[in-house]
């Protein structure tokens, strides 16, 4: 089976384990740092938090805002579920922007006309996040312009995006946004085996996230109520979580992030490749717009359901899987789900999602692939939609 994506680990990578492995530190030691401040140069900023996995870092830069009950954030359908369930974790109310027909990320248009009646109806939003989809960035100039016009506060979800660039500047640097968050699951462009991490460059959602990262302890005498009674003290300010990392985890993302830019360039060699070879067939990849450079952690299709006919999208699946090849679906869109549909969401409210949804394909890419596999992915795939 070719699966759709693949961690790519090094001698180097293993060395970089082993050796904290035969150390002193297995957690909360200097390879926490040392991951952080690697991921902190390579994007310009001056605070990076690696924690447990994508979604804390998600709950931990809302809850560095201030996100709370009664509080409001959008953002966009086309996602995992952690996007707006971290919002949930907080209390926070939640609402979806429609997604661009041909970028699949949050469409501009749709989020000024939302915003427009949102002023209107007295209840704008608080925080909103757009999805770097697949690791292609947002329009972040005009999402920031409307934030500055509209009083919100933009976090970037970047899981997809490390590596990525948008207007020459890499993502996570934080020009136009708060926040920037990344996944390191094994499947991303750089893996911790889990792991997630905030960038910014906002002093104080910095000191609240590594605060609530490790419950909410403090051993800063000079952030204590009261005074130390010994080098043991600590004081807990906040009721925080147990979100923090592995030294174990962040030696092999330290190590990964050296090859960031050589994972990057040939995910796009392969990218550009599919781009050739799918030509003719009834097939719609993702457009990356030209101020972009996608980290293309996901290679997806639209198919042309009217095109292909009688086969269906399930058909589809079904022919490529039994070829051996791993194709998956990114997203379900997140208001379609039964927990989002109890809280008043349903099918029509989101329709350009629901339609990219109905003919989602995702292609497997990672950079160990051999053009042989993707030859591969390909014939399976004209035999699928009967080309």
């Known amino acids: 089976m070719i699966p759709y994506g693949r961690q790519t680990i090094s001698e180097d990578d293993v060395a970089a384990v082993v050796e904290v ?15 952080e401040r690697a991921v902190a140069e390579h ?26 009950p009664g509080d409001l954030l959008w953002t966009s359908p086309n996602t995992f579920v952690a996007t707006a369930n971290a919002a949930r974790f907080c209390g926070a109310d939640m609402g979806f922007v429609d997604i661009e027909r041909d970028t699949l ?17 007295g209840r704008l939003p608080d925080v909103v996040v757009p999805v770097h989809f697949g690791g292609a960035a947002c329009d972040m100039m005009r999402i920031s312009e409307l934030s500055r016009r509209y ?33 390191f699951h094994p499947v991303k462009i750089v893996t911790t085996g889990e792991g997630g991490m905030v960038v910014t460059n906002d002093d104080a959602i910095a000191e609240r996230a590594r605060l609530l990262r490790t419950h909410g302890i403090t051993r800063d005498p000079m952030e204590m109520e009261h005074c130390a009674e010994g080098p043991w003290y600590y004081e807990q300010l906040e009721l925080g979580f ?8 962040c ?94 969401f349903g099918r029509g409210d989101l329709p350009e999602a629901e339609r990219y949804y109905a003919g989602a394909l995702t ?17 399976a795939l004209r035999e699928a939609v009967g080309a």
């Open 43 to 68: 994007c310009g900023v001056e605070h990076a938090i690696a924690c447990a996995n994508g979604t804390a870092a998600l709950h931990l830069a809302y809850l560095g805002l201030g996100l709370a």
């Open 105 to 121: 990320n949050m469409s501009v248009d749709a989020l000024e006309a939302r915003l427009a009646d949102a002023e209107r109806s």
């Open 242 to 249: 147990n979100y923090r990392i592995t030294d174990i985890q």
């Open 363 to 379: 292609l497997p890419l990672y950079p160990a692939m051999s053009e042989d596999d993707q030859d591969a992915v390909v014939a």
């Open 151 to 183: 009083g919100f506060t933009v976090v970037e979800d970047a899981s997809h995006a490390i590596g990525g660039a948008y207007r020459g500047t890499p993502v996570g640097a934080c020009e136009r946004s708060s926040a920037a968050v990344f996944s």
């Open 21 to 35: 492995l035969r150390g002193d530190w297995l957690t909360q030691g200097p390879a926490v740092e040392r991951f």
């Open 251 to 344: 030696a092999l993302g330290a190590s990964q992030m050296r090859r960031l830019d050589e994972f990057v360039a040939r995910r796009n060699e392969l990218a550009r490749r599919y781009d050739e070879l799918l030509a003719g067939l009834p097939v719609a990849p993702q457009r990356v717009p030209d101020d972009v450079l996608s980290a293309y952690h996901l290679y997806v299709v639209r198919l042309d359901l009217g095109a292909i006919g009688p086969r269906t999208r399930t058909e589809v699946f079904a022919w490529m899987r039994a070829s051996e090849v791993g194709v998956n679906v990114h997203y379900i869109p997140v208001h379609l789900q039964p927990y989002y549909e109890r809280l008043g």
